[in-house]
């Protein structure tokens, strides 16, 4: 067994496929390359984890609000133009 970090290591945390951060040390057989998920290395990955899942779903919700608030920027240019053009339209 050696500890190992580095990047690219997919792993399920609650509904999510997460990227485990790099900096995480868990410890592997350096022959087949087998995870070997401890006490601690069990606590130090559910607390990057969730780090790593919160950052994501603040994303997400920036996205969302961004999405949202551009279509309701839109819909208000939308009826200021409306109005303007019922007041000024004589048809
Ligand atoms: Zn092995």
């Given amino acids: ?20 951060p790099a900096h995480v040390v868990v410890p592997t ?3 087949c ?7 601690a290395a069990a606590k130090a990955l559910d607390e990057a ?4 899942y919160e950052s994501k779903l603040r994303t997400r919700l920036d996205a969302a609000l961004e999405k949202i608030l551009s279509e309701e920027e839109a819909r208000h240019a939308w009826s200021e133009f409306s109005e303007f053009r019922l007041a000024t339209c004589p048809s």
């Fill in 29 to 31: 057989c350096a022959k």
């Fill in 49 to 52: 984890l969730e780090r790593v």
């Fill in 33 to 39: 390359g087998a995870e070997w998920i401890d006490e």
């Fill in 1 to 20: 067994m050696v500890g190992v970090a580095r990047a690219g290591r997919l792993t399920m945390y609650r509904n999510l496929e997460l990227e485990v």
